[in-house]
């Protein structure tokens, strides 16, 4: 097995077009067509990381942050991404990091936290904007099912829960076929006037390529008649943070013990607990501040996040209740999620969690 067999497997599922701008998801190091030994999964990448790959004979490490997230202009080891970078290159330890593009999946990092939590009716909380375009094929009517067919299976035409959308409508074509081409139908230097159907489809920007190949190969004309017209509409399926209720409305009280159960966490930081019962919890992994006035919008009882800071606490505003469990426990079940989406897909290949806490962040 090589690497890209693991990191085209991941990136059909997580695009890396979902990304933030910021963010820098990938693989960091190394080579796709590397021979795969085995691979380890860990939330962040340490020295200890890469040693413990080593040790368990895996040449890919995958993680959810990236060890490098902006340009490096030394490697001399006075930093830890120095150092692990140093490391993984003398050891042929290849890095994949796979972030905002988890984040911002459906059934990504927010999914399996809601899951922990026991949530139900899931929504994203701040759907991604400019993410869809609509595809319009123009096509033989006849030749219209198969296209179709085609261009669903490829990722065209999904809409919340519905698949297979599509909208139709009726016209004439009209062409005429120069000396160099070879028509489907009509002749060479006259002038064609046919019926043909043009065919709407939404497709998400991350599927836009894969789509357009299934266009062209499944459509009977040399040159496919379409457009390509970005979309302001937001794709609710994609995007930061998840909203959900509990099955049953529980007190704070013992949902804050629930979540210092379920998350292991030392300590809860929270603002004041201003409703006695909660029904409808907002979650992000990771740094979640820049939802706060999402969570409030959408109504939450609670929003759990981690890295708030003290000025952003005030802008709970009495409407909501924020509390901030800790970036690493936030996200510690991501590792899992990855482990075994691979496991899934490649079931006697060598895989292994870290047993290493790479928590930076300790508890007195
Ligand atoms: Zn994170």
Same mark, same amino acid.
């Given at each position: 097995?090589l690497i890209k067999n693991?990191?085209?497997?991941?990136e059909e599922?997580?695009?890396l077009?979902?990304?933030?701008?910021?963010?820098?998801c990938?693989?960091?190091?190394?080579?796709?067509?590397?021979k795969?030994?085995?691979?380890?999964?860990a939330?962040?990448?340490?020295?200890n990381?890469?040693k413990?790959?080593?040790?368990?004979?895996?040449n890919l490490?995958i993680?959810?942050?990236?060890?490098?997230f902006?340009g490096?202009?030394?490697i001399?080891?006075?930093?830890m991404?120095?150092?692990v970078l140093?490391?993984s290159?003398?050891?042929?330890?290849?890095l994949?990091?796979?972030?905002t593009?988890?984040?911002?999946?459906?059934?990504?990092?927010?999914?399996?936290?809601?899951?922990?939590?026991?949530?139900?009716?899931?929504?994203?909380?701040?759907?991604?904007n400019e993410t869809?375009?609509?595809l319009?094929?123009?096509? #033989?009517?006849?030749?219209?099912p198969a296209l179709?067919n085609a261009?669903?299976?490829s990722?065209?035409?999904?809409?919340?829960?519905?698949?297979?959308?599509n909208f139709?409508?009726?016209?004439?074509?009209s062409?005429? #076929?120069?000396l160099?081409a070879? #028509?489907?139908?009509?002749a060479?230097?006259?002038?064609?006037?046919?019926t043909?159907?043009?065919?709407?489809y939404?497709v998400?920007?991350?599927?836009?390529?894969i789509?357009?190949n299934a266009?062209?190969a499944?459509?009977?004309?040399e040159e496919?008649a379409?457009?390509i017209?970005?979309?302001?509409?937001?794709q609710?399926?994609?995007?930061?943070?998840m909203?959900?209720?509990?099955?049953?409305p529980?007190?704070?009280?013992?949902?804050?013990?629930?979540?210092?159960?379920?998350f292991?966490v030392g300590?809860?930081?929270?603002?004041?607990?201003?409703?006695?019962?909660?029904?409808t919890?907002a979650?992000?992994?990771?740094?979640?501040?820049f939802?706060i006035?999402?969570?409030?919008?959408?109504?939450?009882?609670?929003?759990?996040t981690s890295?708030i800071?003290y000025?952003?606490?005030?802008?709970?505003?009495?409407?909501?209740?924020?509390?901030?469990?800790?970036?690493?426990e936030?996200?510690q079940?991501?590792?899992?999620l990855?482990?075994?989406?691979?496991k899934e897909?490649f079931s006697?290949?060598?895989?292994?969690?870290?047993?290493?806490?790479?928590? #930076?962040?300790?508890y007195f």
């Amino acid at each position: 097995m090589l690497i890209k067999n693991v990191t085209d497997f991941l990136e059909e599922k997580y695009p890396l077009s979902l990304q933030e701008s910021y963010d820098n998801c990938g693989l960091t190091y190394g080579h796709k067509e590397q021979k795969l030994s085995g691979i380890l999964f860990a939330l962040d990448v340490t020295e200890n990381t890469v040693k413990e790959a080593i040790s368990k004979n895996c040449n890919l490490i995958i993680s959810h942050h990236p060890v490098v997230f902006k340009g490096l202009k030394k490697i001399n080891g006075s930093t830890m991404t120095e150092r692990v970078l140093e490391l993984s290159i003398k050891n042929n330890i290849a890095l994949y990091a796979i972030h905002t593009n988890l984040d911002n999946h459906k059934n990504g990092v927010n999914k399996r936290i809601a899951d922990k939590i026991g949530l139900s009716q899931l929504k994203i909380l701040s759907p991604k904007n400019e993410t869809l375009v609509k595809l319009c094929v123009f096509v #033989p009517e006849d030749a219209e099912p198969a296209l179709s067919n085609a261009l669903f299976k490829s990722g065209a035409g999904a809409i919340g829960n519905y698949s297979e959308c599509n909208f139709k409508s009726i016209g004439k074509g009209s062409f005429k #076929p120069n000396l160099n081409a070879t #028509p489907s139908v009509g002749a060479i230097n006259k002038k064609i006037e046919t019926t043909e159907v043009k065919v709407e489809y939404l497709v998400p920007l991350a599927r836009l390529s894969i789509v357009l190949n299934a266009m062209n190969a499944n459509h009977p004309y040399e040159e496919v008649a379409h457009d390509i017209i970005p979309l302001l509409n937001s794709q609710q399926d994609m995007g930061s943070g998840m909203i959900g209720e509990l099955q049953e409305p529980m007190t704070t009280r013992s949902f804050l013990k629930h979540l210092k159960a379920t998350f292991n966490v030392g300590v809860i930081k929270h603002t004041a607990l201003i409703y006695d019962e909660i029904n409808t919890v907002a979650i992000c992994g990771g740094s979640g501040s820049f939802l706060i006035d999402a969570a409030r919008k959408n109504k939450a009882d609670i929003f759990i996040t981690s890295d708030i800071k003290y000025h952003e606490f005030f802008d709970a505003n009495n409407e909501l209740i924020i509390a901030d469990i800790g970036h690493w426990e936030s996200e510690q079940f991501t590792v899992n999620l990855l482990y075994e989406n691979i496991k899934e897909k490649f079931s006697k290949f060598a895989l292994h969690l870290t047993e290493e806490n790479t928590n #930076p962040v300790k508890y007195f």
